[in-house]
């Protein structure tokens, strides 16, 4: 099977170029920087320098200026460094000119979460959606990735007509294994969404766990439901939706579904990619926002978040929003006060020591209190189908057998309210917050 290989081996050691453009706020590059640092390491690789050079007019050879190249080259050569990434995007001539004057490999911030998402994935759709991004990206930087493609070919069972180039051939095998896996993700993709309306079907309540990569959401819904969902301190460490079911203070069940993480400047190919993965937010109830509250640039992440939610067309959405690892700042008593100020419908827990895990619920339960009715019912012994219904949604509190027939007390979502109306007694009652 035809592969796109750009980097025959892994490469050990890393230099990283930040871009200070203009109208950047002041220390927006170094923050930049900071997270890309964070990237790289998280792809075992040793950083060996940083530089950090400000561009007020893009060379369209380099990127930067000559002077600067110049240095980095000399700089990469003198300390045997064998990758140089750029924290912005470098276009396929740019990237070709870097690598052959440089001699290394030289990558961009773009390429870079490709390759942690290639790691990470586990599940065929996940790696799927991996694929077709990094595909799309390597398409045009084709003549980066293969030494040979200047030589011509004459006709053959892979040639469409005599003296086809090599990059010809290798380009249409690129585009057939794209239009490839895009068929076999519509294959997947198509069981999901099955899969998604049979729970649908279930009227119970969904939301969506969101956020920056590495705030701690996958941690956070363990603390929830009691799962063991993989959360580790790594950028991207979920890729593939995992759903689980809680119980809220008042009975009413809720599925969570956590999701792949944020990340400024993260790269359209895989936003696109991951549309699918990233609907089990377009489609749920509410979602729940979760913050790192001792990140220093949790305001940047937040407006990260709400972008991505907007493209997705989730951004009306009824949000609780969550600033999660309180447990690490309470000797920081004045940054605590001041978020409780600026957020103060907001909740702040320890998804690791539990603390706060109960006000969440609760506000969970608030959102959906206008969903869901209790009721008193009395079931004929002869209608047993009713209350099969009604335990397949699991909203049976308590449930008594009569002479008279079956009591129940049930939390039901108020669209099946219809279909059990002959059978209430003692009228109806709000849901209790």
Request: net charge negative; glycine share 10%; hydrophobic share 45%.
């Given at each position: 099977m035809f592969e796109v290989k750009e980097k025959p081996r892994q490469v050990e050691s890393a230099l990283l170029i930040g871009i200070q453009r203009p109208g950047m706020d002041a220390n927006e590059g170094d923050q930049l920087l900071d997270e890309l640092n964070d990237l790289v390491?998280?792809?075992?690789?040793?950083i060996r320098g940083r530089r950090m050079l400000t561009l007020r007019e893009p060379n369209p050879h380099y990127l930067i200026g000559k002077?600067?190249?110049i240095k980095i080259i000399e700089q990469v050569k003198a300390e045997k460094i064998e990758l140089i990434v750029f924290d912005d995007d470098l276009s396929p001539a740019q990237q070709r000119n870097w690598e052959s004057e440089s001699g290394v490999c030289v990558i961009d911030r773009q390429e870079g979460i490709l390759d942690i998402f290639g790691q990470r994935a586990t599940t065929r759709e996940a790696k799927l959606q991996v694929t077709l991004a990094q595909l799309n990206y390597s398409l045009p930087r084709l003549k980066r990735a293969w030494t040979h493609l200047h030589r011509q070919r004459g006709g053959g069972t892979l040639m469409r007509g005599q003296g086809e180039t090599q990059l010809e051939a290798d380009r249409r095998m690129v585009q057939t294994r794209i239009a490839r896996v895009r068929k076999d993700l519509a294959s997947v993709l198509k069981q999901r969404s099955i899969q998604r309306k049979k729970r649908l079907k279930k009227p119970v309540p969904t939301t969506a766990i969101v956020g920056y990569t590495n705030a701690g959401k996958s941690s956070l819904l363990n603390?929830?439901?009691?799962?063991?969902?993989l959360a580790e301190d790594k950028l991207f460490a979920t890729l593939d939706p995992t759903t689980r079911q809680c119980h809220l203070p008042t009975g009413q069940k809720l599925l969570l579904s956590d999701t792949v993480g944020f990340l400024r400047r993260l790269p359209h190919d895989l936003v696109?990619?991951?549309?699918?993965?990233?609907?089990?937010a377009v489609v749920s109830d509410f979602l729940i926002h979760v913050l790192d509250l001792t990140h220093p640039e949790v305001e940047k992440h937040h407006e990260t978040t709400m972008e991505v939610l907007t493209s997705l067309g989730a951004h009306e959405k009824r949000i609780i929003t969550v600033f999660n690892k309180v447990d690490l700042c309470e000797g920081n008593d004045l940054r605590l006060h001041s978020l409780r100020l600026q957020a103060p419908n907001s909740c702040f827990v320890s998804a690791s020591s539990g603390k706060g895990i109960d006000e969440l619920l609760q506000k969970c339960a608030t959102m959906i209190a206008d969903e869901v009715v209790k009721l008193d019912l009395l079931v004929p012994h002869d209608r047993y189908d009713v209350i099969n219904k009604l335990h397949e949604v699991d909203c049976i509190r308590d449930k008594q057998t009569e002479p008279d027939g079956v009591h129940l007390q049930c939390l039901l979502?108020?669209?099946l309210r219809k279909e059990v109306s002959e059978f209430i007694i003692n009228g109806e009652s709000a849901l209790a917050i």
């Open positions: 390491e998280t792809l075992g690789i040793e002077g600067n190249a603390a929830i439901t009691g799962a063991s969902v696109d990619a991951f549309r699918a993965t990233l609907e089990e979502p108020v669209q």
